[in-house]
């Protein structure tokens, strides 16, 4: 539990940095909204905001899902030799 809580913390650090990143260098969002953009090159780092985010969240995933794993394998050892090690097992 305490890996989790540890993981979206450091999850809404990045996010939180990218997200500063993007707005820093970014272009003005109340021009943009007034205007309307008409040069594609314009929404670039929004483009670069959403692809970093859809990755990040994707590698985090794998991630997990791996550490997931090896815990439940480990645990799952850890039954069999339980069992095994059991004087009425046959």
């Not at 815990?71 to 009425?88: C, F, G, K, N, T």
């Amino acid at each position: 539990m305490n890996r989790r809580i540890a993981g979206l913390l450091w999850l809404g650090v990045v996010i939180l940095a990218v997200a500063t990143t993007i707005g820093a260098s970014g272009p003005d969002l109340s021009v943009l909204a007034q205007e309307g953009s008409s040069q594609p090159d314009d929404n670039l780092p929004f483009l670069f905001a959403a692809y970093t985010v859809t990755w990040f969240g994707f590698f985090s995933y794998a991630f997990y899902i791996s550490r997931r794993q090896s815990d439940l394998r480990r645990e799952l050892e850890s039954l069999r030799q339980q069992l095994a090690e059991r004087p009425d097992y046959p």
